[in-house]
């Protein structure tokens, strides 16, 4: 059974960091590229990092030299780290596999910035 399932999610303070964590289990998590995507109430999801089983990486623009992606292989997990969190940032983050055509999604974790 595929599951990927995110944590770290919270309230924070704008200014403030967060980690998030995706664990994957029930595939061969290395054979796949990992994204984060983030959906905001009333807009589209959208991609926020992703990187390839290779370990390249790649950013939206708003989030460049704030947010790192990584990942874990001997874990299987993709973490996001988020630092000078902003109002903005605020929205459901989404954890997304990818090997060509199969996608998994994860059902995402609630980031919210707010003084």
């Known amino acids: 059974q595929v599951q990927l399932v995110e944590s770290g999610g919270g309230l924070v303070q704008p200014g403030g960091s967060l980690r998030l964590s995706c664990a994957a289990s029930g595939f061969t998590f290395s054979s796949y590229a990992m994204s984060w995507y983030r959906q905001a109430p009333g807009k589209e999801r959208e991609l926020v990092a992703g990187i390839t089983r290779g370990g390249s990486t790649n950013y939206e623009d708003s989030v460049k030299g704030r947010f790192t992606i990584s990942r874990d292989n001997a874990k299987n997990t993709v973490y996001l780290q988020m630092n000078s969190l902003q109002p903005d940032d605020t929205a459901v983050y989404y954890c997304?596999?990818?090997?060509?055509?199969?996608?998994?999604w994860g059902q995402g974790t609630q980031v919210t910035v707010s003084s």
């Open positions: 997304k596999a990818q090997n060509y055509y199969v996608v998994y």
